[in-house]
């Protein structure tokens, strides 16, 4: 009788806990993602955001369309991300590439040395030489590119602090 009772209540502690398990990841999957897709619209230039597995490990993947003030949409996103790494998409073409890839000599340069006045100048003067609108923030944890040519805009968020944030920016 004692063994039954056991097996009785071992039965239902184990129902109780997959029903728990399953309503968390309803919660997560129904609430949570909704709540981030619908605050990270409300965002100029983000089209989407969600949360996704890559390789086992969780990230958000926000989709963009003409992004403005990178800084300000990476601030809100970090908040909504609750330390979930950031990965933008964005509609980068050769050209833009090319450019992000020589000012990175200055970008970078101008983390170790802390010469941010001087990367500033450099990093201007090659985009205007390409032809390309630039807008070059930064703040304590990061320096913010976006470089525009066209229809085609290179995102690129920079981590000065390596609290990895951000991942590596990928073309949509």
Do not use: C
Request: net charge negative.
């Amino acid at each position: 009788m004692t063994r039954q009772r056991i097996l009785l209540i071992s039965l239902v502690g184990f129902l109780i806990f997959g029903a728990l398990l399953g309503g968390k990841l309803v919660y997560q999957k129904k609430w949570v993602d909704v709540t981030v897709m619908s605050q990270s619209q409300q965002i100029p230039g983000i089209v989407s955001a969600k949360v996704v597995t890559n390789s086992g490990l969780k990230e958000m993947v926000v989709t963009t369309d003409h992004l403005t003030n990178l800084r300000q949409a990476s601030n809100t996103l970090v908040k909504l991300a609750e330390g979930v790494p950031i990965r933008f998409m964005d509609h980068e073409n050769e050209a833009l590439e090319k450019l992000f890839g020589q000012i990175q000599f200055a970008l970078q340069e101008g983390i170790a040395r802390g010469n941010f006045t001087e990367m500033d100048k450099s990093v201007r003067a090659q985009a205007e030489k390409a032809g390309v609108q630039l807008e070059l923030e930064m703040d304590n944890d990061a320096i913010y590119v976006l470089l525009n040519q066209g229809d085609a805009q290179l995102i690129e968020v920079i981590e000065r602090n390596g609290l990895k944030k951000f991942l590596p920016t990928e073309n949509e």
